[in-house]
């Protein structure tokens, strides 16, 4: 068979605007981001001048209103962008997954003064976010979290640790979910906390197998005063805005997840079109036309699973649990095609000489993420069954 370089994704976009978003991403992708992918991942270097780049291009605000700052694009829109910069580079595209996280509870939560005041420099002038919810002993029973604003004046007080923070230690602002009442999840409130506020501080960046380049980190508050004008919401009703904002973020998962798996499947597509074994290139054997062929069905069944949870969310119906379901499906499905590509790669796939490998390390995370992906089958059957112990 000759040799053919895989092609673009074909997008089902539903404007002429939507596909002209598309045709940038691709350019900065292929201009910007993935010369420099490896070598960068490789040196733990966050790409902070990317972001500022997609902050002038209008690209990190897609899904938010444009009075504000922000792009006017459907979920569906805004999801299939984040598929391309995540084939491109998982740390921008996860990395714009959280921003969109971030800003999320301000612009859904917040007053029409706090939406005026901070989100047009959130989603477009060049200010970068991290979602603070998760805490050393708190992980997936995030109800259970113990830092805790206390109201002083027109003030309150932040005091406490969280844990396994994107962006934590250069982020511009912190969403921050803290106790301001009683136990579980009716005592939580959420703020905007910025990044340069006395008191708070990053521990060193944890050391992981993959996404080198994306610091993650413990973030400490330590007696962070901020005025009553950055909490967002009501008092107690934090935790509701978290799980709100976890079902917009697991589909910017899932979207991140495919844009890997089809990286994988890519480089496996290309490899195989000009590698050669017993005179002929090995794409020509049955059995790895097979693994091919799987590999490419559960990436569009993925792709199909995310972008219809978008379109119910677009069209301002529930979809908390087909936002699980590809979360699930997603992430589950990353790690099975990149491990495939490494080992249709052969010896040259668990090498840093071609991607595969990094594909294979940077698809675990994404399982574990935004909810493990035993939280998203808990998840998942709740609204299936109802809930545990009636």
Not at 94 to 104: K, M, N, P, Q, W
Not at 166 to 174: L, S
Request: glycine fraction near 10%.
């Amino acid at each position: 068979m000759p040799d053919r370089a895989p092609q673009p994704v074909d997008r089902q976009l539903p404007t002429e605007e939507a596909r002209d978003l598309i045709s940038l991403v691709r350019d900065i992708a292929q201009q910007e981001i993935v010369p420099k992918a490896a070598e960068e991942e490789d040196a733990g270097r966050f790409p902070r001048e990317v972001f500022t780049l997609l902050s002038r291009s209008g690209l990190l605000g897609l899904p938010y209103d444009s009075e504000c700052g922000g792009g006017d694009q459907p979920y569906e829109v805004y999801l299939q962008v984040l598929e391309e910069l995540a084939a491109a580079r998982l740390t921008v595209g996860l990395g714009v997954s959280v921003h969109s996280l971030a800003s999320y509870a301000l612009a859904a939560y917040g007053t029409k003064e706090q939406q005026v005041e901070h989100l047009p420099a959130m989603l477009g002038g060049g200010l970068l976010g991290a979602y603070c919810l998760s805490e050393p002993h708190s992980g997936s029973d995030a109800a259970a979290l113990r830092t805790k604003a206390v109201r002083d004046g027109d003030d309150w007080v932040i005091t406490g640790t969280k844990a396994w923070i994107t962006h934590g230690g250069i982020a511009d602002f912190y969403t921050v979910m803290a106790r301001t009442g009683e136990e579980g999840p009716r005592g939580i409130t959420a703020f905007l906390v910025p990044g340069d506020a006395p008191g708070v501080s990053a521990a060193p960046p944890e050391k992981k197998m993959g996404m080198k380049g994306s610091p993650t980190a413990q973030v400490h508050f330590d007696g962070v005063r901020v005025p009553d004008a950055r909490r967002i919401g009501e008092e107690g009703q934090g935790f509701a805005i978290a799980l709100s904002s976890l079902d917009s973020g697991r589909l910017g998962i899932a979207a991140c997840a495919i844009g890997v798996a089809q990286a994988a499947l890519d480089e496996a597509l290309a490899y195989a079109a000009q590698r050669r074994q017993f005179g002929k290139p090995i794409a020509d054997f049955q059995g790895l036309r097979f693994m091919l062929a799987d590999m490419a069905t559960q990436i569009e069944a993925g792709r199909a699973l995310y972008l219809a949870a978008a379109r119910l969310r677009d069209a301002g119906r529930p979809f908390a649990r087909q936002a699980a379901m590809a979360k699930l499906h997603c992430t589950d499905t990353a790690m099975r095609v990149t491990t495939d590509a490494v080992q249709i790669l052969g010896g040259y796939g668990y090498t840093a000489d071609f991607p595969a490998e990094r594909y294979m390390r940077e698809a675990k995370v994404l399982q574990i993420v935004e909810g493990t992906n035993q939280i998203q089958r808990m998840v998942i059957a709740r609204h299936l069954v109802g809930p545990e112990g009636r």
